[in-house]
Nanobody, 125 residues
Framework: VQLQAYGGGLVQAGGSLRLSCAAS????????MGWFRQAPGKEREFVAGIFRSNNVARYADSMKGRVTFSRDNAKNTVSLLMNGLKPEDTAVYFC???????????????????WGQGTLVTVSS
C-alpha cells in the first residue's frame, strides 16, 4: 500500500487548505483513514480520522469546527479541508491507513499500518 499526500503549502492565518491523500494497493473505503501532523520538536499528533465500517469521523479537539474529513471511494482518495488556519497548525501532515484499526484506537498512530510521506503546511501570522 502506498499513500501519496498532497495539497500543503503556505497560507495566511485565517485561510484554508485542502489536503488530499491518494491510495494505491489498498482501498480507502474498507480502511480506517487518518490524518496526523508533526511540528518541529514535537510528537506526531492526531488531527482527524474516519472509521472503516461506518464512516464515523473523529477530530482532534484543537481542530473541531475547522476541519472536515471526506472520503472519495471512486477515486480511492481522502481529503481534509482545513479552515480558519492558525500559525500553530504549522506542521507536516501525514495521512495513514489502518486495515484493522478499531474505533477506540483511531487517534493512535500505532493503530495504522501504512503512512504517506507527509505534506508541509505553513501558516503565517
Amino acid at each position: 500500500v502506498q499513500l501519496q499526500a498532497y495539497g500543503g503549502g503556505l497560507v495566511q492565518a485565517g485561510g484554508s487548505l485542502r489536503l488530499s491523500c491518494a491510495a494505491s494497493g489498498g482501498t480507502v473505503s474498507r480502511s480506517t483513514m487518518g490524518w496526523f501532523r508533526q511540528a518541529p520538536g514535537k510528537e506526531r499528533e492526531f488531527v482527524a480520522g474516519i472509521f472503516r465500517s461506518n464512516n464515523v469521523a473523529r477530530y482532534a479537539d484543537s481542530m473541531k469546527g475547522r476541519v472536515t474529513f471526506s472520503r472519495d471511494n471512486a477515486k480511492n482518495t481522502v481529503s481534509l479541508l482545513m479552515n480558519g488556519l492558525k500559525p500553530e497548525d504549522t506542521a507536516v501532515y501525514f495521512c495513514a491507513l489502518g486495515s484493522r484499526t478499531i474505533l477506540s484506537a483511531i487517534t493512535t498512530p500505532h493503530a495504522y499500518d501504512y503512512w504517506g510521506q507527509g505534506t508541509l503546511v505553513t501558516v503565517s501570522s
